[in-house]
Structure formats: C-alpha cells, structure tokens
C-alpha cells in the first residue's frame, strides 16, 4: 500500500493562496452552490471547480521555471502536488512560505541516482522545470489521483543552481524535516515484486525476537535461546533483506538525518510500505546476536542508528516505538556520542559534493559551538558550497580542536586509506578526512573507560599557520615489531573468507598469530622479560584483541580476565573444528562467537610489540620504529612518526597494554617521567 493522502487543507496563508489559485479559500469554498441553491457543497470538485479548469490551462508549461528568491533565512518553499493518474504528466506549484511547525506537509526522502541520467521535465507553475528520473518516479508514488498533496523535496524545492541559497536552506534543513508530518523515503521500484515478501520476514523476526529476548524491565536477555524452528532463516528469503538494504537510498549521506528528524518515517518500496524503524530494529537485533548466522547486511544501519539517528532530540520520534529502538535511545547517555562520531558514519556513504559529509550533519545538536567558543546557537562551520571539500574538512577540525567536547577525540578518528596520507602532503596528518572510508572501528567512543591521557587533564592544543597542530604529550616507547594485518575474513569462524595459505594448511590465523607473539616475546632482553615474568602473556593476548573489554566499566578486572581467556579458548577451539570441517562443539558454540563479536574491532589493525614489551594493537601503516605516545586529556595513545625536521605524522590511535589507565600520566605527576613538546604536521 502506498502512504494514505494528506487532508485536503494547503497550510498556505490566504494572500499565498489567493497568489496561486485567483481567489481567496473562503471565495473557494462557498462559490458553488448546493443542487438545491440553499448551501455551500464541500466535495473536492466543488471546491476547486471555478478555477481548476483556469490553471489547468497554465499547466502546459512552455518557458523554462525561474526561481523566486526566499526573502529570508526563515523562509522554505513548499510544493503543491496535483492530482493525476498513471502517465499524466507530472504538475505542482512551488510557495514560498515561513519555515513553521504548523505546516502540513510530507518531507520525501529519496536518493538522487547518476546525476548524468537524462532529467524528467515536468511543469511547475506552469513552466518547464527538469528533475532526475529518481525524483520523478518519487512523485508519481506521491501523486494521489484526486486529491491535491503539499510535499516537500530538495531536488525541487531548492534552487539547486544557486549556491548560496544551498547554503541557506541546509542550516534549516533539520527543521523541515523535524517539522513535516511524516517523512516518506522513496526507495524505487520493485520489479521483482520481493518487497511485501521482504517486509513480512522484517516483521515476523522483530516480533519473535523481541518476545524472546524483552525482560520485564525494559532490558534484553541477548543470551536467550533460540528455537530454530520459529526463526526462519531461509537465505533465498533473507537475499531480499540483502536487495532492501543495498538499495542506492542507504547508502546516501544526506538522508541519515532526513530519518533521524522523522516524526514518523515511511519506507516505500514499489507500491509496499513498513515504517522505518521495524528496519533498524532488526539490524540492532542481529548485531547481538551474531550466533544465529543470518545475514542481512544491516550492520552499518546498527551503526547508523547508534551513532548518528539517537544523537538527534526532536521530541516527536519513531525511534520510541519499538523494544530495542526505543531502548538504545533511552541510553544515548551512556553512548555519549561526540559530533566526531556523527561525521563518522558518513564516510562509508555517498554525497554528490564532498563537503556534505560535513554539511548533511550540522542539523545535529552536536554540531553547535561550545559556549567557550562562541554562540552555542551556531553551527561549528557555516555551509559555503564555494570552498574546497579538503578545507571544509580542514577547518571542521581546528574547529573540534578548539571545542572541549571534541577536542580529546579528533585524533581518534583519524583513519588513513593510503600511506600517502601520513606524510601530510594534501591535508595535516591529524585532521580526519570524511571522504575516504574508516579503515576499522575506532577506540574512541566517550562511553569506554580508557583513560590513558588522565582522568581530569585537559588536551590543550594550539593550530599552527601553516595548520600544523602544537601540543605536549608523554612518550611511551617506539614500536620494535608488527604482525601481519587483522582482518574479520581472517578471524571469522568460517574458512571460506579466510586466505588460501590458511585455508589449505588448515590453520587458523588466530593460531599463527599467537605462535609468532610467542616467539616474538621468547627473543626480548631482559627487562622486557621481566614485564612478562609478572603478567602472563596468554591473557594479555586474550586482553588486547579485545581491547580489554572498553565497556566493561565497573567489572572486576580479574573476572574479566578470566571470562575472557574462557572465551578466547572456546574461539580457538572453534577455528580448529571448522579448519577440519567438524562442527563447533554447542557448549561453546556462544562463547566462541561472542569472542569473535569482540575482536571484529581489531579489522584493519595490528598488534604490536615496543622496546619495553608492551602488547598493543595500532594502525594498519605502523612501522617498527614508530612512536607510542600519551597526551593529556586524549583517552588513548597516538602512533607518530618522526620526520626529518623533527616535526611528527600522526599514524592514528592505538590501545597499549598496560597504559590504558593512565598510568605515565600518574608517573608525570609523580615526577618519575617527563612531558614534550610536540608539533604534529
């Protein structure tokens, strides 16, 4: 079913409509006499009877569409779509009207598609205006066959030759959203009719799901059993989830907060509809429980939710009406997202213009000034389609370095695709560049209890002119050797994704891994000897790959420690039985992929091994000779590279065993260690 047709009202001010239509709406309303002459009739045709067939006459459109200007920043332009059956030309009117919550009107999300396609004409106002093809089949979804619709789309309602007013209208981009009726996401046709077959599974597993693991109390039992024969996880079917959520429309940056305003957000696929959050339930439900091996490709929307859709607080939201959606966002305190994990969730989608990675956020309440750095009512950057995508990304740093709230964080997202990038040749090493994929996950979620840079000191950092960073920092130890690069193919408990060597040795990478640390650790000097003689290496191993359990705030370090040396020798175990194609042993069937769960956070990673015998795990492109190093008030330490005239490349972020805690800010304080300074280009 395609969504229900808003009431027949225009939300337009009389002098509005007296402009488009020729009269005013009560003259409208009462010119047609009742068939007895006593009283007004209030069918639709009565109504629009005595000058439908006057605009219908300007509806040929002949001359090309013009713009008018908005008079102000608080002023939008609202469409009027008419009515029209299949292959009827497409026919609206465009308003500009003042930005209000009393509007009535549908927002329409959709993804824009090849910007070369040939456009659609169609006519506005009686003009000819050109649309993409995407838009197109859009508003023919929307257009009812006899009632008027008021929408709203950026493709049309945004004058998108016009820089400046683009800039304009994304500062209230999150207000037409958040004020629209509903949100309606156009995600195209359905030519294989797999849609209402698709929706059906979504909402059969949300349902079993949900009652099986929903306690009383508002948590979830994610451990719970699962009868397998109530699930269905038939993959021809679940193929259709695969189709659903490869669709262009998810993998747009723009619409991740087009969603998040929604009052109500509408998925439309076809002539089939679901609500968007029965979708995101799912995928929150199977990121915990990844035992039950069904795949639906919904870990970036999981993502997507967490970390960008709760960060946004309009009051009026769909992410309330269902178990696990409106739990995650009850706990969006205890995520305590920064706007450097809003802006991350947009480097793996797609933008027509680079600077929207930056752009397509600053509806964020996130995304406004500090009151130390100036009017909390600003946004950190102002929109100018003007600039280079490399400068916005540029300033949208030193901006987030001069924010307290962000300011600890900025290195840790720093994610480098090439080697190339560290060297600083296009933009500072330690400026994190949007328009290029995270390599990984990062450390640096504000929730974890990483304390490395010390737990009240303040990261002070200073932007040079040339945009270099200067700031002060401990030295921790330089990096002696690196293990080949971890991949979730490589650890997954499946050998079909592992690398040939593997596959054909019927050898585990994980064991590998662990024979080579041993040897690794076998031919260290003896002080190094001695930091092992007092913690045994096994369970660091165990530690590490999991990043010691960032969560676990207030667990016990010796249960941890326990639990997980448990449950590393059930993933081992495992990986030897599907290595030898025997299967995994039940009893330890959830233990070993709650391991793997844990250590897919090490993707494009390595360990490593420093001077002193620290166990740690860094960035893809650490070297040996590379240098570990804290700095105050940053949660986790930094990898840099010395240069030739002494300045340093930052690497990226890094988790060293043993200084998690801050324990070399503690010897700083004691006056046991010393600080440096330290310019980071």
């Known amino acids: 079913m395609i969504p229900s047709p808003l009431p027949l009202e225009l939300p337009l001010h009389p002098s509005t ?39 219908k006459a300007k509806l040929k459109g002949s001359k090309p569409y013009k713009y008018s200007p908005l008079a102000s920043d608080c002023m939008f332009r609202v469409s009027t779509l008419l009515p029209g059956k299949e292959g009827d030309k497409i026919c609206c009117n465009l308003v500009n009207t003042l930005l209000h919550p009393a509007e009535n009107y549908v927002a329409l999300s959709y993804s824009w598609g090849d910007p070369r396609a040939t456009r659609v004409p169609i006519v506005c106002d009686g003009k000819d205006i050109d649309i993409t093809p995407s838009l197109a089949g859009a508003l023919r979804m929307l257009r009812h066959p006899t009632q008027w619709r008021c929408m709203w789309a950026d493709g049309l309602c945004i004058n998108q030759d016009d820089d400046v007013e683009k800039g304009r209208q994304v500062v209230v981009m999150d207000k037409v959203y958040e004020y629209a009726s509903e949100v309606v996401v156009w995600l195209g046709p359905d030519p294989e009719n797999i849609a209402s077959d698709c929706f059906d599974l979504i909402q059969d597993t949300n349902k079993y799901l949900d009652a099986l693991m929903l306690l009383p109390d508002g948590n979830f039992e994610v451990s719970a059993p699962i009868d ?39 998925l439309v696929w076809g002539r089939q509809q679901m609500d968007f959050a029965e979708l995101c339930e799912l995928a929150l439900l199977l990121s915990v429980r990844t035992d039950l091996h069904i795949h639906g490709n919904t870990g970036a929307l999981a993502d997507v939710f967490l970390f960008a859709h709760c960060t946004y607080q309009n009051l009026t939201t769909w992410r309330t009406t269902l178990p696990l959606v409106e739990y995650h ?57 003007s600039k280079h995508e490399l400068q916005v990304y540029c300033e949208t740093a030193a901006a987030l370095i001069r924010d307290p709230r962000n300011a600890p964080f900025v290195f840790g997202f720093v994610s480098h695709t090439e080697e190339i990038d560290i ?80 596959q054909l040795n019927k050898a585990p990478f994980i064991d590998e891994l662990w024979e080579t640390l041993v040897k690794v650790s076998c031919g260290l000097s003896d002080s190094s000897a001695d930091v092992h003689a007092k913690e045994n290496l096994r369970n660091t191993f165990a530690l590490v790959l999991t990043r010691s359990h960032p969560e676990a705030v207030t667990r016990a370090h010796q249960e941890r420690l326990d639990e997980t040396s448990a449950e590393l020798s059930a993933y081992c175990a495992a990986m030897f039985c599907v290595a030898n194609g025997s299967p995994v042993p039940a009893e330890s069937e959830y233990s ?59 690497v990226g972020e890094a988790f060293v065993h043993g200084t998690m805690r801050g324990e070399l800010v503690d010897q ?12 980071i280009a």
Not at 39 to 55: D, E
Not at 245 to 262: G, M
Not at 608 to 636: H, S, Y
Not at 642 to 649: E, I, M, V
Request: charged residues 25%; hydrophobic residues 35%; aromatic residues 12%.
């Open 228 to 266: 397998r024969q109530r699930l269905n996880s038939d993959p021809s079917r679940w193929a259709k989830v695969i189709k659903l959520t490869s669709l262009s429309w998810f993998q747009r940056v723009w619409v991740v907060q087009e969603a998040a305003l929604a009052k109500r957000c509408v």
């Open 668 to 679: 700083f304080l004691e006056g046991t260690v010393g600080d440096q300074g330290v310019v």
């Open 423 to 502: 060297d600083g040749r296009h933009l500072p090493s330690w400026v994190p560049r949007w328009d290029k994929p995270r390599a990984g996950y990062t450390l640096s979620p504000s929730n974890y209890w990483y304390r490395a840079g010390g737990e009240d000191m303040r990261f002070e950092a200073a932007v040079q002119r040339d945009a270099s960073l200067a700031t002060r920092g401990i030295l921790i130890d330089r990096i002696v050797w690196t293990s080949p690069v971890l991949t979730i193919g490589n650890l997954a408990i499946d050998p079909s994704g592992w690398d040939e060597t593997y």
């Open 329 to 385: 966002q009850e706990q969006m305190g205890y995520f305590g997202c920064s706007f450097l994990h809003v802006l991350d969730v947009g480097r793996k989608l797609q933008a027509t213009h680079g600077v929207d990675r930056v752009y397509a956020f600053l509806g964020n309440p996130l995304a406004r000034r500090s009151e130390e750095d100036g009017d909390p009512n600003e946004t950190i950057v102002k929109p100018d389609y």
């Open 592 to 650: 070993a992929w709650h391991y793997l769960h844990e250590i897919k956070y090490t993707d494009e990673k390595r360990l490593c091994w420093t001077e002193q015998g620290r166990l740690g795990l860094v960035p893809r492109f650490t070297q040996p000779g590379d240098e570990c190093w804290v700095f105050f008030g940053v949660r986790t330490p930094m990898v840099l590279r010395q240069r030739a005239d002494q300045k340093r490349n930052l």
């Open 17 to 55: 409509y007296h402009r488009i239509f020729g009269m005013d709406p009560q003259v409208a309303e009462s010119s047609t006499p009742s068939a007895d002459g006593q009283k007004p009739v209030h069918s639709l045709a009565s109504k629009r009877q005595p000058w439908l067939t006057n605009l």
